[in-house]
């Protein structure tokens, strides 16, 4: 099995990130890298902004319109409210423009920065794989702390990384890997896994919430155990995760966050919102029983 492993660290009072590569194969590097990736430019930072407001603005699922004002999971400073498209209907041109940004971005990086031997790396990986036919994984690692950043600028996380010319028609898998420094506990594979899955605000969004929920029963076929929980308040949910040990949780809904990414919000239901952070004590209790 091949891994390729990408780790971008912001440049202390630079403009840009450090940028390690790394290969393996079962395990042992095989190829290594080393380069520079410049700044997030504006135009990624406006094609970003301009794809969240249109998904944003999108609207509610259609409704009746002598009703009640809808009620969308959205962020408060934008205004204009349609209820006349369902919110998994955005914008084509503002994924186009964003995705073309993206691409730009990480394509036509100038060559002296040695970023073109991170893609040589990474392309050398995908061919191995390809030969055998199987995934290649891919871990992307990023040290982008903006605690301290109040110019609202775009976190390395939320770019849509599946989107990037050299993963497209590829069999890749794609995960975050926690910030170096972060300390993880060891997993401890169970006899069969036990599933949560949170089931919140579905409005508009009906048929890929039960796709979601659809496809993770099929791991019953693997001896796993599925629960539902649909639904949700936050005392249940709070509840639930404190009496119980799962090993994997999955939330299928509406969420939002904030405009730098540092807090998010579940929305359990068309009209309760709920801080992600109130559930940290919560969820380290499951995590301590192996989540």
Not at 151 to 176: H, M, Y
Not at 247 to 255: A, K
Request: glycine letters at 6%; one cysteine or more; a negative charge.
């Amino acid at each position: 099995m091949y891994v390729f492993r990408l780790q971008l660290i912001k440049v202390r009072g630079g403009d840009g990130f450090q940028a390690f590569a790394r290969t393996e194969r079962d395990g042992t590097p095989i190829r290594q890298a080393n380069g520079f990736l410049p700044a997030i430019p504006p135009g990624l930072q406006q094609a970003f902004d301009n794809w969240r407001s249109s998904y944003i603005s999108s609207g509610s699922a259609p409704r009746d319109p002598s009703s009640d004002p809808p009620t969308r999971f959205r962020d408060l400073r934008i205004q204009a409210i349609s209820t006349e498209v369902s919110p998994c209907l955005i914008d084509d041109n503002s994924d186009r423009r964003l995705q073309i940004a993206l691409n730009n971005w990480l394509d036509d990086t100038p060559v002296d920065g040695n970023w073109r031997e991170i893609i040589d790396c990474l392309v050398g990986a995908k061919a191995a794989e390809e030969a055998s036919s199987k995934p290649l994984r891919v871990l992307l690692q990023f040290s982008d702390d903006l605690s301290n950043d109040t110019s609202n600028n775009l976190r390395l996380s939320r770019l849509p990384w599946r989107s990037w010319s050299v993963f497209q028609n590829s069999n890749i898998e794609i995960a975050f890997a926690p910030p170096e420094g972060s300390h993880v506990n060891p997993y401890r594979r169970p006899r069969a896994a036990t599933i949560l899955i949170i089931v919140g605000n579905r409005q508009g969004i009906e048929q890929g919430i039960q796709k979601d929920i659809d496809n993770v029963r099929r791991l019953e076929n693997l001896n796993a155990k599925v629960e539902v929980f649909d639904p949700p308040s936050y005392d249940d949910l709070r509840t639930k995760l404190r009496e119980n040990s799962y090993e994997i949780v999955i939330f299928s809904g509406h969420s939002k966050s904030n405009e730098d990414g540092t807090t998010g919000w579940l929305a359990l239901s068309n009209n309760k919102d709920v801080d992600i952070s109130r559930l940290d004590e919560d969820l380290s209790v499951v995590v301590k029983k192996g989540l």
